[in-house]
C-alpha cells in the first residue's frame, strides 16, 4: 500500500524535528556564549534572485494558466544569536517575451512584475561538518504585460495580470566540504495560490477570463554554498508539483549574494 506524506504530515513532521533537536542545542549554545542580551541583533543584507516556472500549463476548470515567477532585489536579515533570523525581501523583473492563452488565441509580448515577502529562518549545529536549517517564508508576485496575437486575421490585444503567493515551511541539511564551500538539501511544503486574469479585446469585442487555483504541495531542494571573490553565494534547485485539474512539475532556482555589512552597517 503506498502512502503518500500530507502536506499537514510533514508540518508535524518538521515541528517534531525542531522540538526535538531545540533542548540540547540549546543548552550548548547557552553555555557557550553565556546570556546573549535581548538586543544582541546584528543586521545584514543579500542580493536575491528567483525564477520558477512550471513544466506545463495548469489545466483550471477548462482553463490554463502558466504558474511563473521570478525576478531580482534586496533581502534585509535582523540576526539574533538564540532566537533566529528575521528578514524582508522585496524586487522586480521583466521578461521580454511572454505568451498567455486567451480565448483559444495564443497571444504574445513583454511583461513586468514585482515581488515583497518576509520569514524567518534558524539555524542548528549538529556536529562540527553537518548544521539543519528551519525556513518559514511568505512571497507574493504580482506580472503584468500587454500582450497581442492574431485570430481569423483579426488583431486580438489583451492586458494579462497574474497574482501568486507562496507559503512554504522546509528542514534543510547543511555538509561543510570546507570552510568555504557546503552541500545543503532537505524538503518542506508550500501553500500557494494563483489568480490569473486576461482582459482582451478584438476590433468592437470585449471579454474576460479569470482562472483562480491554489493548493499544498510538497517540494525537494539541493544547493551548493561558496565564495566568489570573498563574497558569500548560495544556489539552490528546488523541484515540487503543483497539483489542481492535472498534476505538473515546477521548477525553481535561487541565487543568492551576501553582501559585506561594511556596504550598509
Given at each position: 500500500m503506498k502512502v503518500k506524506m500530507t502536506k499537514i504530515g510533514l508540518k508535524y513532521l518538521i515541528a517534531f524535528l525542531i522540538l526535538a533537536s531545540i533542548s540540547p542545542l540549546w543548552a550548548e549554545t547557552d553555555s557557550n556564549r553565556g546570556r546573549a542580551d535581548s538586543f544582541d541583533v546584528e543586521f545584514g543584507a543579500k542580493l536575491i534572485s528567483n525564477y520558477a516556472k512550471s513544466a506545463q500549463a495548469l489545466q483550471i476548470d477548462g482553463k490554463t494558466a502558466t504558474f511563473k515567477t521570478g525576478g531580482a532585489g534586496l533581502r534585509i536579515e535582523a540576526d539574533h544569536p538564540l532566537w533566529g533570523r528575521l528578514f524582508v525581501s522585496a524586487g522586480g523583473g521583466y521578461?521580454?517575451?511572454?505568451?498567455?492563452?486567451?480565448?483559444?488565441?495564443?497571444?504574445?509580448?513583454?511583461?513586468?512584475?514585482?515581488?515583497?515577502?518576509f520569514g524567518?529562518?534558524?539555524?542548528?549545529?549538529?556536529?562540527?561538518?553537518?548544521?539543519?536549517?528551519?525556513?518559514?517564508?511568505?512571497?507574493?508576485f504580482d506580472l503584468s504585460g500587454d500582450l497581442s496575437g492574431t485570430y481569423n486575421d483579426r488583431q486580438v490585444d489583451a492586458e494579462i495580470t497574474t497574482d501568486?503567493?507562496?507559503?512554504?515551511?522546509?528542514?534543510?541539511?547543511?555538509y561543510s566540504l570546507s570552510e568555504r564551500t557546503s552541500l545543503n538539501f532537505g524538503a518542506g511544503s508550500t501553500d500557494?495560490?494563483?489568480?490569473?486574469?486576461?482582459?482582451?479585446?478584438?476590433?468592437?469585442?470585449?471579454?474576460?477570463t479569470e482562472a483562480l487555483a491554489d493548493g499544498s504541495d510538497t517540494f525537494k531542494f539541493i544547493g551548493v554554498g561558496f565564495e566568489l571573490w570573498d563574497i558569500p553565494v548560495s544556489?539552490?534547485?528546488?523541484?515540487?508539483?503543483?497539483?489542481?485539474?492535472?498534476?505538473?512539475?515546477?521548477?525553481?532556482?535561487?541565487?543568492?549574494?551576501?553582501?559585506?555589512?561594511?556596504?550598509?552597517?
Open positions: 521578461s521580454p517575451s511572454e505568451q498567455a492563452s486567451f480565448l483559444s488565441v495564443t497571444l504574445s509580448g513583454s511583461a513586468s512584475g514585482t515581488f515583497y515577502g524567518f529562518e534558524r539555524d542548528f549545529q549538529l556536529s562540527p561538518r553537518w548544521g539543519a536549517e528551519f525556513i518559514s517564508d511568505y512571497v507574493a501568486t503567493t507562496q507559503k512554504e515551511i522546509s528542514l534543510g541539511f547543511r500557494w495560490t494563483l489568480d490569473a486574469i486576461a482582459d482582451g479585446t478584438s476590433g468592437a469585442i470585449r471579454a474576460t544556489v539552490t534547485l528546488k523541484r515540487s508539483k503543483l497539483s489542481v485539474d492535472n498534476e505538473v512539475d515546477l521548477n525553481t532556482i535561487d541565487i543568492d549574494l551576501t553582501l559585506p555589512r561594511k556596504l550598509w552597517f
